[in-house]
């Protein structure tokens, strides 16, 4: 076998140009306690727990918010409906009595009689045109007929019983 053999150069070491100072003095090494290690896991498992129940409460607390606000919201807007309906009732009504059969049948039950030429009065002058009687047979109010007899009542919201078309239908 052959050896071979690794050359080795010798170590260079820096030359020292200024020597060190004797009076430098050294640190002094001081011995220090060991680190504590650990804890208990008590404290931080406790933190995680409060954070949880806490978060669970205030989504309980959240969830009953919005069902009372939804029960609320539907009461209210039961609430609306009705008053549409009843809105919608006396607008029928105020319709139904402001027709001319229905005013006239207040009119007559208020004493009021049909005039036949009625009377105008000139705003300029302040002098009345015309005379205004009432008409032949309505001077006295207990002559009259009952409003029931003398107007029929009005069919304006009823269902007609027959339809008669517009005349222009199957002929």
């Given at each position: 076998m052959a050896s071979t053999t690794a050359v080795r150069a010798a170590a260079v070491r820096p030359a020292r140009t200024a020597p060190?100072?004797?009076?430098?003095?050294?640190?002094?090494?001081?011995?220090?306690?060991?680190?504590?290690?650990?804890?208990?896991?008590?404290?931080?498992t406790a933190l995680c727990t409060l954070i949880v129940v806490a978060t669970l409460a205030t989504l309980l607390y959240l969830n009953i918010q919005m069902s009372d606000t939804s029960y609320e919201i539907t009461r209210l807007q039961s609430q609306s409906q009705s008053l549409t309906q009843e809105k919608q009732a006396l607008a029928e009504t105020n319709e139904r009595l402001g027709t001319p059969q229905e005013l006239e049948r207040q009119a007559r039950e208020l004493g009021m009689v049909p005039v036949s030429e009625p009377a105008y009065i000139d705003l300029s002058t302040?002098?009345?045109?015309?005379?205004?009687?009432?008409?032949?047979?309505?001077?006295?109010?207990?002559?009259?007929?009952?409003?029931?007899?003398?107007?029929?009542?009005?069919?304006?919201?009823?269902?007609?019983?027959?339809?008669?078309?517009?005349?222009?239908?199957?002929?």
């Open positions: 060190r100072p004797a009076s430098a003095p050294r640190p002094r090494l001081t011995i220090l306690s060991r680190p504590r290690t650990a804890g208990s896991p008590l404290p931080f302040g002098k009345v045109l015309g005379e205004s009687t009432p008409t032949a047979g309505d001077a006295a109010v207990a002559d009259t007929p009952s409003a029931s007899s003398a107007v029929p009542p009005a069919e304006i919201y009823d269902q007609p019983s027959s339809y008669h078309g517009m005349g222009n239908e199957g002929d």
